[in-house]
């Protein structure tokens, strides 16, 4: 599945984003029935590139293993395609309810099927791969059905070749740049895999994996929904102050949330993967407490990215990221070659990357044209709650056991941010 999330990226040349930019109904159906059509003829030619290339290209590099999974590939493309496509024009819609069910439902399929699998059958290649395409079938097929029934036959009706190919021209900057940006993106994530098997075993691949999900669950869930909602916001308000507003009102809450709970989670690692997925992936504690800061900063810049479509600077986009990619990956290639240890390696990744992620935001800011004082006030509010954090852990260490201080630790945090909250909820019913 890692394989097939590189095609899948970019299987629709990343035309779904215009569907946010449609001006009416017509313009909005015209640039599905695009992206659907791309997708269908990409999905045929990688299927016929995968029968062409695959056998050979498997023996070559000694992945025999996966040989009989290619097939997945092409089919997992297609149905990702045509999911991404339907999300953004419900999207366009504000349908947000059903896309919250599709995206609950890819989850609990995938995981079930998985889990189930690995309970009653002893896990396998198989199962991991039949959970992954009925959590994406699921999904699709909620998406598909519900914009067929709201499309009704207005979808068959406002399709045409002339409009279709309007949408092709108009918005060819997707293809040329964000494209290559989000290719860049995925196929960066899986070198780095890539890489460190070329000098470690299976085993520590699978810990830095496993590491990597658990670190990057709110990137993957919160900023995920958040960014296509966000799309729609800054296509019709960028360049304004109600803009910056919410920017500026949103990242202080995400500070304020996930500050106590990232540190909790890098002091705290190994001991909350074994007590959640068993003593066997304490191991890979270290990994997710390296990917806590990443973590931590991609969380608060994965929803921005549609910036840089809504304003036209693409470009510096793709630069930005081949930048990163390049002084990354080429110092987590020299790290591993020098003979230092995988955690080294991964160490220096993620602090590359949680710099880029800060540079990255600064800029992101300079390009909706935000003043870079609303910024700048994240940063005194990050350090207080982050030394209060590390003082609290250490305090606690010291005066209970490891698991008591666990407990404590987080009650103290959950308390915290609900006393904020009441707080809040408490202010804004006065004012009303």
Known sequence: MSIAMVPAAVIGLRYELAIMLAKNEDESIQTLSLCWLLTIGLSVALFLMIQAVGPGFCQHYHLEAIQPYLWCVPLFTFLWGVDQACNYWLTHHKAFKVLAIGRFSRSAFTVGTQMAAWSLLGGGYIYLVAGSFLGQFAATAILLGTVVRRGGRQLVAATSLVGIKKAFVEHRNYPLYVAPYAFAVQFSKRLVFVLLAMFTGSAEVGLFAMAMQVAFIPVTFVSASLNQVFYKKVVSEIHTERLETFVVKTLTRMVFCLTPYCLFAAFNSSTVLGLALGESWMPAGPYAAALAAPAYFLFLTSWLDRVYDAVGWQRLAVVLQIGYDAVSLGLFFAVLKLGYSPLAAVSTYCGVTA??????????????????????????????????????????????????????????????????????????????
Not at 361 to 367: D, K, N, P
Not at 371 to 395: E, K
């Open 355 to 432: 710099i880029y992620n800060v540079v990255w935001l600064a800029v992101t800011f300079r390009v909706a044209s935000f003043s870079l004082v609303g910024l700048g006030r994240l940063v005194p509010l990050a350090i207080t709650l982050g030394t209060a954090a590390v003082g609290a852990h250490f305090l606690i260490r010291l005066s209970f056991n490891h698991q008591l201080g666990i407990a404590i630790e987080l009650t103290l945090i959950v308390v915290l941010h609900l006393s904020a909250f009441l707080t809040y909820k408490g202010v804004t019913n006065a004012r009303n």
